[in-house]
């Protein structure tokens, strides 16, 4: 799977939108972008996921550029409960076992009042 | 959606002892579950994947004789710490994987285990 880079830390005021970048220079033409989120002493939160579209639901947005090296996942207005460590992976789609995910060190998102 | 729970929530015991650590998955069956362990301020680290009725593999560096795991069922994985030492507490998370859609593995809320 692509690794990938992501800042340690990042601020956010409440009510704002949070925008947290992940740079996959390495990712191929089938992997997936996945988010994940862990507040913490919590088990991580699926987010969102997209290969080459921008995606939206009820919790965020993902924009993937369109060489794919890189995406953003949108927090339209954060709130305070959002603090979390958010966690960018790539991997290749399919259902056996060997489809893990692998974690980074990911971006410590603090919302602030 | 599809929730995963893990018992007990957290658990406090003695070195040399061992201690078992449930996960199930409670409105839908589980054909892969994962063990994952993670240490204060630190990832997520896999530790073994088990796959229904089948022995778990285990990443390099995890003890198989220590870190005893059993999926019998489609709804329940367990991790048994063997032999537990200081070393081994931890914050340890199961997940499932559903089936065949790709972003189909569910996280359970952890446990924490500290040995004394």
């Known amino acids: 799977d692509a690794k990938t880079t992501q800042p340690p830390s990042m601020d956010c005021a409440e009510g704002r939108a949070a925008n947290l970048p992940c740079n996959h220079s390495?990712?191929?033409?089938?992997?997936?972008v996945y988010w994940y989120r862990q507040i913490h002493s919590q088990g991580p939160q699926y987010i969102i996921h997209g290969l080459k579209n921008n995606e939206t639901n009820e919790m965020a947005s993902l924009i993937i550029t369109e060489d794919r090296k890189s995406s953003t996942l949108i927090l339209p207005h954060a709130t305070l409960r959002d603090t979390a460590v958010y966690y960018c992976i790539v991997r290749l789609p399919g259902s056996g076992s060997a489809r893990q995910l692998t974690f980074g060190s990911g971006t410590q998102l603090t919302v602030l009042p | 959606g599809a929730v995963v729970s893990q018992h007990p929530s957290w658990v406090i015991c003695k070195s040399g002892t061992s201690v078992k650590i449930e996960c199930r998955s409670l409105d839908f069956q589980a054909t892969t579950m994962f063990w994952y362990r993670q240490f204060p301020k630190q990832s997520l680290m896999l530790m073994a994947t088990s796959n229904e009725g089948s022995k778990a593999t285990y990443e390099q560096g995890v003890e198989k004789d220590k870190f005893l795991i059993n999926h019998a069922s489609l709804t329940l994985s367990t991790l048994t710490v063997t032999s537990a030492h200081p070393e081994d507490s931890s914050f340890y998370i199961c997940s499932a994987r559903a089936g065949t859609h790709t972003y189909e593995q569910y996280f359970g809320p952890g446990t924490r285990l500290t040995v004394t």
């Open positions: 390495t990712i191929s033409g089938n992997e997936y």
